[in-house]
C-alpha cells in the first residue's frame, strides 16, 4: 500500500518536473498543511506562515527540476522548508540588531484565541527557547521523517542526529511547562 | 494538639492553597514533555493560517516573481564588480603616476634652463 502511494508520489513529482501545472497544484495541495504546520513549528508566528509556506513552495517549484531521485521528494521538500525558515529566523535576527526597535520585528504575541489550549501555548513557549537547528529537528521528527533522512538533510551522521535529538528533547522538556 | 503542631498544620493547609487545581496532572504532564496531541494541535494551527486559494497563489507568484539569481550568477557578479575595482585602482594609479612625471619633469626642465642660464651668463 505505502509502495503505490509512493509511486504515485514518484509520478507526480516527475509529471510537476516536466511542468505540468496540475501536477504542480497537486504537490502544493497535499503538502500545504504540513509545511504550514512545519513553518509554525519553527518560528512560532502565525503571521509568518502564510508567507514563508508560499516561498517554500515557489522555491519547490523552480528547483524540481533539479531534484534527482523523485522518490526522495518529501525529505527534499522539508529540507527546502527548514533552510527557509532559518534563513528568515536568521534575517529577523540581523534586522534585529541593526534596527533594534523597528516595530515590526518586536516579538509580536500570538492575538487571543490562535492558541487554544494550555499544552500548545506551552509547547510553544518551549519552542520558542530553543535554538532554530534544534526546532528544525524536533519539527522534523514530529513529521516522520527518519533519522537517516535529517543526517542527510544535515550533512551529518545517524548518531550525530540521534545525540543532537536527545539533547534538543531534554531541553524542549526543560522548558514545557504547562501552566 | 501541641501549639507548635497547629502552626505546621496551618503552614502546610497555606501552602497546599497554593497550588492550583489540576496540579498533579500538570507535574506529569511537565515531566513527560508534549504530547503528540500536542504537537498535531500545533501543526493544525499552523495549517490553518493558510488563506483558501493558497495553492492557485503560489503558482501565480512562481510565475510573476522573477528568480532568485543563482550562485553562479552572485559569483559572476563578485568577479565583475572585483575586476571593476581592480582596473579603476589601476587606471587612477597610472593617471597619477602621469601625471606625477609631468610635474617633475617640467620641474627638472625649469632646473635646466635655470642652470644654462647661469651657465650662459658672464
Known amino acids: ?179 | 494538639m501541641k501549639p507548635e503542631d497547629k502552626a505546621w498544620q496551618s503552614l502546610q493547609q497555606h501552602a497546599a492553597a497554593q497550588l492550583r487545581s489540576g496540579f498533579a496532572a500538570r507535574v506529569v504532564r511537565a515531566a513527560n514533555g508534549p504530547t503528540d496531541a500536542s504537537w498535531q494541535s500545533l501543526r493544525a494551527v499552523g495549517a490553518a493560517q493558510l488563506r483558501p486559494g493558497f495553492a492557485a497563489r503560489v503558482l501565480s507568484a512562481a510565475r510573476r516573481i522573477p528568480g532568485a539569481p543563482s550562485l553562479l550568477d552572485q559569483l559572476g557578479l563578485c568577479v565583475g564588480t572585483a575586476v571593476l575595482c581592480i582596473v579603476g585602482t589601476l587606471f587612477f594609479h597610472s593617471r597619477s603616476l602621469e601625471i606625477e612625471n609631468e610635474r617633475n619633469l617640467a620641474t627638472w626642465q625649469r632646473i635646466a634652463m635655470v642652470v644654462q642660464d647661469a651657465d650662459n651668463a658672464p
Request: glycine fraction near 4%.
Open chain 1, 1 to 179: 500500500m505505502e509502495s503505490t502511494s509512493s509511486t504515485a508520489l514518484a509520478d507526480l513529482v516527475r509529471r510537476a518536473q516536466q511542468g505540468e501545472e496540475s501536477a504542480q497544484r497537486e504537490l502544493i495541495v497535499s503538502y500545504q498543511h504540513r509545511v504550514a504546520g512545519f513553518v509554525y513549528a519553527m518560528t512560532g508566528r502565525s503571521d509568518y506562515v502564510e508567507d514563508l509556506s508560499q516561498q517554500v513552495f515557489i522555491k519547490m517549484i523552480r528547483a524540481l527540476d533539479r531534484l534527482q531521485a523523485p522518490a526522495q521528494f518529501e525529505s527534499w521538500l522539508f529540507r527546502l522548508a527548514r533552510n527557509t525558515c532559518i534563513d528568515q529566523l536568521r534575517r529577523q535576527k540581523l534586522r534585529r540588531i541593526f534596527l533594534p526597535f523597528g516595530e515590526e520585528h518586536e516579538n509580536i504575541p500570538e492575538p487571543p484565541g490562535a492558541v487554544d489550549s494550555e499544552e500548545l501555548d506551552a509547547l510553544r513557549h518551549a519552542l520558542a527557547q530553543l535554538r532554530p537547528q534544534d526546532r528544525a529537528l524536533l519539527a522534523l521528527v514530529q513529521e516522520g521523517r527518519s533519522h537517516a533522512e535529517i543526517a542527510e538533510t544535515l550533512g551529518t551522521s545517524v548518531a550525530a542526529v540521534k545525540a543532537r535529538l536527545h539533547r534538543a528533547r531534554e531541553h524542549l522538556r526543560e522548558h514545557y511547562t504547562p501552566i
